[in-house]
Antibody, heavy 117, light 111 residues
């Protein structure tokens, strides 16, 4: 059974860079056809897709976040990562990683990241 | 403001049927497959419907999906108290650069 687990700091200061890693187990991140994505959900609000990456490094990003987002992949560790720069309080959210084809079929449990000084 | 429009809330009694609508445009729903996700309180979203009307393994046939033009609909029959959750539609959008968009979510209350 495929499992995804997010990890990273739960507290980030304003103007700094948020960094999270998603570790994939029970399957290879190099599986053909699948992208690997990040989605976030501010407290009490809806879902926002951040972006996704193929094992080769090809990426798609949300146009509204593109200038601040970098998603990378490390196939040797079966991991992919998110970096979001110049964060503000508006970036406070639960961040999820997920496997993506057309839909998002496997999700991590999510990790809360709070932006505060 | 979400790109896809869903009603904020719907409600129905146990055993009844409910539908949740999702409205978009030609750049998203009109030309792409729609997915539906169920988010139970305090948990991660779960894929409920993909490719407009297909159910992943383990999803009961009480859940159904359909699409017509630039709108999609999730149907749930035989409502159970355990179905109380937030439901989100999602699809790809080809305006600007290709990206995924979601509806604002619909809170289902089983009275």
């Amino acid at each position: 059974q495929l499992q995804l687990q997010e990890s990273g700091p739960g507290l980030v200061k304003p103007s700094e860079t948020l960094s999270l890693t998603c570790t994939v187990s029970g399957g290879s991140i190099s599986s053909s056809s699948y992208y690997w994505g990040w989605i976030r959900q501010p407290p009490g609000k809806g879902l926002e897709w951040i972006g996704s990456i193929y094992y080769s490094g090809s990426t798609y990003y949300n146009p509204s976040l593109k200038s601040r987002v970098t998603i990378s992949v490390d196939t040797s560790k079966n991991q992919f990562s998110l970096k979001l720069s110049s964060v503000t309080a508006a970036d406070t959210a639960v961040y999820y990683c997920a496997r993506q084809l057309i839909s998002l079929d496997y999700w991590g449990q999510g990790t809360l990241v709070t932006v505060s000084s | 403001q979400s790109v896809l429009t869903q009603p904020p809330s719907v409600s129905a009694a146990p055993g009844q049927k409910v539908t949740i609508s999702c409205s978009g445009s030609s750049s998203n729903i009109g030309n792409n497959y729609v997915s539906w996700y169920q988010q139970l309180p305090g948990t991660a979203p779960k894929l409920l419907i993909y490719d407009n009307n297909k159910r992943p393994s383990g999803i009961p046939d009480r859940f159904s999906g359909s699409k017509s033009g630039t709108s999609a609909t999730l149907g749930i029959t035989g409502l159970q108290t355990g179905d109380e959750a937030d439901y989100y539609c999602g699809t790809w959008d080809s305006s600007l650069s290709a990206h995924v968009v979601f509806g604002g979510g619909t809170k289902l209350t089983v009275l």
